[in-house]
């Protein structure tokens, strides 16, 4: 067997940094050595940094958690689940050290020099990085990767013309703590940060074309309406999608099943988009861990009495929408000798 990679978790005492520890446990080509968290955790064992709040056996309770310092961490191969505003600062720092960050934050992935990656979707964006230094790799937003890996074969095989959206967002997706349980159980609330703002904008980005080191986005507008609720895992999005062809239903049905990865990875299940008959699905309770949490399930789809159709689509939110994503990207890279 070949030796894993070294890697270090930036963030490990949060909401998504526990989920890379947990999948990274028996990853075949990945070793986690080295938990880094902020000045408040720096120190402490991961135990006493981070009590576990996941399923399963509490992982790597005794390591020391690092102050967040590229100096400190001697990893090359980085992911990062920091906050927004620490990783604007921290992972161009890391990056300038030559590590390689793969990161679940807003932070640069709409900036036009790195990477916005599904790897399943548009793995030929990974060459807009220049893999003779650091560099910074993303993953998009938790709730716009379930549509986005639905319109992918819709836009490929018939062209989107403008998308609708809203979610229903779980819990988990605004991290550890999160939302309040006053403001959020027995309620829902519209999304107060700009999460509108990334679902309008990401999508576009993926599913746009790479020429050299340029990416033109896709043309098509997208409005965005986005919800938390109380659920603990799994974000649920309502579509309408316009079509620039008119096509029978069946057809786009068939598009859809038909949606295979150009890559082969480890954490790729097998069917990526699985599409469920019955008309009360998918729910985040028994369709989130579809696939280990990387399956998206997708219902409902319809003719739209507005634009050419609608359906459902949900992805485990801090799996696919996060840490295994991120897991997903650096496999790719690994795959093409990007790390
Ligand atoms: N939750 C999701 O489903 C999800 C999905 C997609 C993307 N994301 C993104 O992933 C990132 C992490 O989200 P999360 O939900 O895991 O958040 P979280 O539970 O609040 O965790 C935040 C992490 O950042 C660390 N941190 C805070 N300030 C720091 C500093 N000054 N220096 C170094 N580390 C610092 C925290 O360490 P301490 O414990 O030491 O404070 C903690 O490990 C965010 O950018 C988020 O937008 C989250």
Redesign the pocket.
């Known amino acids: 067997m070949t030796e894993r990679i070294p890697v270090a978790v ?8 526990q989920r890379f520890v947990s999948l990274l446990a028996d990853h075949p080509r990945f070793r986690v050595t080295a938990l ?6 720096a120190g402490k064992t991961y135990g006493e ?2 009590p576990w709040r996941l399923e399963g056996e509490p992982l790597l309770q005794d390591q020391r958690v690092l102050a ?1 310092d590229p100096d400190n961490v001697a990893p090359k191969v980085v992911f990062s ?4 505003s ?2 604007e600062e ?1 992972e161009p720092r890391f990056a300038a050290a030559g590590c390689r960050v793969i990161s ?3 932070a640069f992935r709409m900036d036009p020099t790195v990477p916005l990656l599904i790897p399943e979707v548009n793995p030929d964006h990974a060459r807009l990085i220049d893999p003779s230094g650091g560099y910074i790799v993303t993953n998009p ?2 709730t716009c990767i379930p549509m986005t890996m639905v319109l992918a074969p819709l836009h490929r095989n018939f062209g989107v013309l403008r998308v609708t959206c809203a979610s229903y967002q779980a819990v ?5 703590p999160g939302e309040s349980a006053w403001d959020m159980l027995g309620n829902v609330h519209p999304h107060a940060g700009d999460e509108e703002q990334k679902v309008a904008e990401e999508p576009r980005k993926i599913l746009g074309e790479r020429s050299g080191k340029n990416l033109s986005p896709a043309a098509f507008p997208i409005s965005a309406r986005c919800v938390r609720v109380p659920v603990s895992d799994g974000h649920l999005i309502a579509v309408q999608v316009q079509l620039a062809k008119d096509v029978p239903m069946a057809q786009v049905v068939e598009a859809i099943r038909d949606f295979r990865s150009p890559v082969s990875l480890p954490s790729s299940p097998q069917p990526l988009l699985r599409i469920l008959e019955r008309r009360d699905r998918p729910q985040p309770r028994l369709d989130a861990s579809a696939g280990g949490g990387m399956a998206i399930s997708v219902g409902r789809i319809e003719p739209c009495e507005v634009f050419t159709l609608k359906f459902f689509a949900l992805a485990h ?2 799996i696919r ?2 840490a295994g994503g991120a897991i997903a990207n650096a496999e790719l890279l690994d795959n093409w000798g990007l790390l």
Not at 10 to 17: I, K, N, P, R
Not at 81 to 84: E, G, N, S, Y
């Open positions: 930036l963030g490990a005492t949060g909401m998504v940094g880094v968290a902020s000045d408040r955790s940094a981070s967040c689940a920091l906050d927004k620490i990783a921290m679940n934050a807003s937003n938790c988990s997706g605004a991290g550890y939110n801090a929408g996060a």
